[in-house]
């Protein structure tokens, strides 16, 4: 939470960000927030079309019952289809964005609380307090059996879910009053995922009972873990696992709204780097038509997204070390301009509506120390004997892109790049 309540802070006393518009300097470090936001809409989409590959399975028999499993390209032509779909929505009227914005929030909400109930509820089996709160998987296959090591490990996925909270700030060209609205966006985002993920994911861990059958790669879901418990669930109580379809297919659209606001998020912020001037062909990627809409913004993110993931056609592994970038890549984006508040900015910076009073440098040190702590356990292998096909490539995805950028700064961009437009003057056409 440090993280999140100090980013807040600063975007709320950014120079009056509502009026300044996408004014995210300290956030534009190194190009770690715009390569990462990329890898999450990547991983996100991705993610659905692994998602509705395993509900087709399902709904045609499952694995050991002749259901038809597509190959990794027609995960990929769905992980495609996918983004089409984002971007056409994304190039609607921010009007349209909001209504959809508001659906899923809506749609969010409820589905978790209908699955943390209903879930448990239908499951004959029920772990126990002591399995749900305790238990670690220290049979897992993967070589790891110390219960600290698989802990720190679990972190990655909670990092993952707790990133993107931002777009808020992305979004304050399109946001009234953005310099109060935006944090609140943040912040409120934050309690609200903390909360009803740690909800859902009690809810379902009661219904989990036996770990081995559910990441078998011959399941009837191919090894798919919450498919699996969704489909057991039903068909254990009705012996059809039809109703635990229609939940996947509710997880589904949850996911698909994500992948909708990742994308959103990924347009905005391509817009800000190329009016600034700091992408090639700048020009072209900052243009918006007539509703404000930054249209080449939108399919250049859906088009670079969709590159990322064909990576998974050669392997897995790549895919997943690159996106690695959507957690580690998207926190260090986070911790710099936090460093650069409690360090070059302490006396100068302006607190905004939002503010932590005395309490922001001891909460700003705090996070900056969590985001480097969380970016030396994320590049730890995560499974033993250590191969081409195991190791951990975070470190090199994560690496190599901190070289280029520093190089890229170093040699080319520090002669030229001036630092960020305002926008003071056309907050008039604030949506």
Known sequence: MGVEVEKAEIDSGHARLHELGYKQELNRNLSFNIVGQWAVTASVDFSLAQLVQVIILLSTGGLNGGGYQGSKYVV???HGGILLLHAILNSLPISWLSFFGQLAAAWNVLGVFLLMILIPMVATERASAKFVFTNFNTDNGDGINNNLYIFVLGLLMSQYTLTGYDASAHMTEETKNADKNGPKGIVSAIGISVLAGWAYILGITFAVTDIPHLLNKNNDSGGYAIAQIFYDAFKSRYGSGTGGIVCLGIIAVAVFFCGMSSLTSNSRMAYAFSRDGAMPYSSFWHKVNKQEVPLNAVWMSAFIAFCMALTSLGSLVAFQAMTSIATIGLYIAYALPILFRVTLARKSFTPGPF??????????WVAIFWVALISVLFSLPV?????????????????????????????????WFKGPITNIGNSSEEA
């Open 76 to 78: 990929i032509a769905l």
């Open 355 to 364: 503010n932590l009073g005395n309490y922001g440098l001891v909460v700003g």
């Open 383 to 415: 499974a033993y004997p250590i191969t081409d096909q195991t190791l951990n490539y975070t470190p090199v995805a994560v690496g190599g892109l901190l070289i280029l950028v520093v190089s890229s700064w170093i040699f080319s961009a520090r002669h």
